[in-house]
């Protein structure tokens, strides 16, 4: 499964006979998306939540939660007076699939972050639970 990914980003290095389900919550996206992609299954939703009902249907999980409000871009938009919060959605999946994808090998990735993490221990346990994970 293959989530939050937008017209494809890594997709096009994946390579070999493998069944894929992408899941984007814009109609004119997915469209672009099964252009480049026909073999591909496509659902027009909510990937945080599809992912929630469906993880355990899938024997390897890519997700890519939204990365805008973690981007170091934030840096600029601050020297121009726009502060948000992170979109926690990222921790969200990360925690989700610890606790619940053990026997699954998954992936949740992002851009560089803008901050440290206070716990920077989660976010280094995290990393190395991916690699362990696409390792076994």
Known sequence: ???L???GGNRKLWK???EVTAVENNTEIAKVYQDFFPKDKVIV???HQYLLNHYKEFDFIWSSPPCKSHSVCNYFLKGQGIIR???MKLYEE???MQMHG???KWVVENVRPYYKPKQSQLNNFALLTFKERLNN
């Open 5 to 7: 990914d937008g017209i």
């Open 102 to 104: 053990k026997d699954i």
């Open 85 to 87: 919060f992170p979109d």
């Open 16 to 18: 070999g006979d493998i």
């Open 1 to 3: 499964m293959k989530t």
């Open 45 to 47: 939703g909510d990937a």
């Open 94 to 96: 990360i925690i989700f």
